[in-house]
């Protein structure tokens, strides 16, 4: 499955808003998957969207033939455009599904790791955080991706409320990273907590 991840600045929210729903275009797409996404938390007027695509393939018919008529009504109402590709690895929890309408808000993490340390970074993720992840009462589920680049990935997950997604960050978080060697392991890493916007939801 194929991830895809747009982040932008948004300059004409009321523009924007309304050409978003055009997405909802998507559904009669071969291998088109979900899409959905929100507002960034800490940075005004930034978007986040996530599309998924049974494979590449499919993702690069789409984008050869739908996408720039699906996309018209949003040119200009925003800038700062970045998209990402990544290719899903693994389930954070399990039962990963591309469906958005039962979560409250979004976390995305996106990391740059050691050339020689991607295979003890995976394990880690794979032995510590996602059990630890899929042991918080509000996570509902979660993807871990990398990119072709090899040295980058994402990791997408969904919660059920602002409460539970607090909880887990408090309690676990600075423990885990030790646990996980993840200074070691990684040369950059940032994240958000998105607030969804369910009319986007795809």
């Given at each position: 499955m194929l991830v895809k991840w747009?982040?932008?600045t948004v300059v004409d929210r009321p523009g924007f808003v309304r050409a978003q729903r055009k997405w909802a275009g998507l559904l009669g797409e071969p291998g088109f998957r979900g899409q959905g996404g929100g507002w960034s938390r800490s940075r005004e007027g930034v978007v986040h969207l996530f599309g998924f695509w049974e494979s590449r393939a499919f993702y690069d018919s789409f984008m050869a033939r739908s996408h720039d008529r699906l996309h018209a009504a949003q040119v200009g109402t925003y800038k700062e455009m970045q998209v990402r590709l990544f290719e899903y690895r693994f389930d954070v929890k399990t039962g990963f599904r591309p469906v958005f309408t039962d979560a409250d808000l979004l976390r995305v993490a996106h990391c740059r790791v050691r050339p020689d340390r991607i295979e003890h970074y995976t394990l880690m993720q794979e032995k510590v955080w996602n059990p630890a992840m899929a042991g918080s009462p509000g996570m509902l589920r979660g993807v871990f991706a990398q990119a072709n680049t090899e040295d980058e990935f994402l990791v997408l997950s969904m919660w059920d409320s602002t409460a539970e997604y607090g909880k887990y960050r408090v309690e676990r978080v600075e423990r885990l990273a030790l646990?996980?060697?993840?200074?070691?392991?990684?040369?950059?890493?940032?994240?958000d907590v998105i607030d969804l916007e369910p009319s986007w939801t795809v």
């Open positions: 747009m982040r932008c646990r996980a060697q993840t200074g070691a392991d990684v040369t950059h890493v940032t994240g």
